[in-house]
């Protein structure tokens, strides 16, 4: 089997450009094949800090690494591989949902990070994915607007990384959690 076979599968179908409906926060896409089910998909956009400002890389708090984590965890949940977590042998025939995500530079700035989820997260774009949940941000400073915008439009949020004790405020912060 490929590396992210199931990862490059996913990513040939939504480049087709096939209906997409939502149920909740899960994207129902389409297939269009009459022997098949729709494919219920959950997309979990990744923001982080992959470049500063001006356009430097960053990697100063593993950002690839994580991404990489991210895409490896994606692989296993949609092809029931447990050889890492045995609990998820065989998850792929037990559950319907699958998996996928696109990373996002906030190149540390919270109007990049702003503006990325009130993209992502804007319900009158048809034919695109819709989040089933936000991951990210990394800095507590990018995390604390976001969430709030993320929040109120009913996406949850999560991040391994913010720490701002600000954020345990769910009055303000009503879907962020940390990992």
């Known amino acids: 089997m490929a590396l992210l076979s199931a990862s490059i599968s996913i990513s040939r179908l939504l480049a087709a450009n096939p209906p997409i409906s939502t149920n909740g926060n899960v994207n129902i896409i389409d297939t269009g094949d009459n022997n098949s089910e729709p494919i219920a998909l959950c997309y979990l956009p990744y ?41 998820l042998n065989g998850i792929n025939q037990r559950c319907p949902l699958r998996f996928t995500t696109k990373a996002f530079d906030t190149e540390m700035q919270q109007s990049v990070g702003v503006n990325h989820i009130i993209t992502l997260t804007d319900r009158s774009r048809t034919q ?17 607007p976001t969430s709030i915008i993320s929040g109120l439009r009913g996406f949850p949020q999560i991040s391994p990384i913010s ?16 990992t």
Do not use: C, W
């Not at 949940?77 to 050889?83: I, M, Q």
């Open 128 to 144: 695109e994915l819709l989040p089933s949940a936000i991951l990210g941000a990394a800095y507590s400073s990018i995390s604390i």
């Open 47 to 87: 923001l982080f800090p992959f470049t500063t400002g001006n356009g430097t890389p960053a990697n100063d708090m593993g950002e690839y690494e994580g991404l990489a984590a991210i895409f490896l965890a994606m692989e296993h949940l949609n092809t029931g591989n447990g050889e890492l977590v045995p609990e």
């Open 163 to 178: 720490t701002s004790a600000a954020l345990d405020d769910k009055s303000q912060y009503k879907l962020f959690g940390r």
